[in-house]
């Protein structure tokens, strides 16, 4: 009686046959969708830089019509108001000297710190008028500061009035803007603006 071996002779390992036997399935590939190149927005915007070379800063428009609010009168007087808090000043500039009065009173006289007095000659020395006009100036209200802050206004505006071509540089240094902070009023059921009275426990 024959038996069925295998041709070459060699005895067949049961466990492996399986493996053998079956086909190598290979995974099927997914192509990955091609993702369009977009362009930045932001790529065509100019770079930020810092420092004297910025592009925000730009010279000034030449067709800019500033609003001048200096008059100048027949003789030749510069005439400009000014306002901070409850301040009022009235400044007249004309060719002199270099005498700065108000209120008939010579500049070191009223002022006696000598920032009010560098702040009110300030609009003068960035024109070079130091010594070549005499400035009087009539102010009322409020205090020291408050009566600074407007005739450094007043003078700002009066110089305006007398050389329109300096409106740039005048306000460049902050000497024609208005400061409008006021003191805040008080509230009702409060001490102050916002001060409350005092809290007792017993």
């Known amino acids: 009686m024959s038996t069925d071996t295998p041709e070459n002779d060699q005895p067949v390992d049961e466990a492996?046959?399986?493996?053998a036997a079956a086909p190598e399935v290979s995974e099927p590939q997914v192509a990955e969708p091609e993702v369009p190149e977009t362009a930045v927005p932001s790529a065509d915007l100019p770079e930020l830089?810092?420092?004297s070379d910025a592009a925000g800063e730009s010279a000034?428009?030449?067709?800019?019509?500033p609003v001048v609010r200096g008059k100048v009168d027949r003789f030749g007087v510069a005439m400009g108001?000014?306002?901070r808090k409850t301040s009022v000043a009235r400044v007249r500039i004309k060719e002199g000297t270099g005498k700065v009065t108000i209120n008939d009173r010579d500049l070191s006289e009223y002022f006696a710190v000598e920032r009010d007095r560098a702040m009110v000659m300030a609009p003068l020395e960035l024109l070079d008028k130091v010594g070549s006009v005499d400035v009087s100036v009539r102010v009322n209200g409020g205090g020291t500061t408050g009566q600074t802050g407007a005739i450094v206004l007043g003078i700002g505006r009066a110089l305006q009035g007398l050389e329109p071509e300096s409106h740039h540089k005048l306000s460049s240094a902050g000497y024609l803007t208005r400061d409008?902070?006021?003191v805040e009023r008080k509230k009702y059921g409060l001490r102050k603006a916002r001060r409350s009275f005092q809290f007792s426990k017993r």
Request: a negative charge.
């Open 16 to 19: 492996a046959a399986p493996e």
């Open 49 to 51: 830089t810092l420092g």
């Open 60 to 65: 000034p428009d030449p067709d800019y019509v």
């Open 81 to 83: 108001t000014g306002r």
């Open 180 to 182: 409008s902070r006021m």
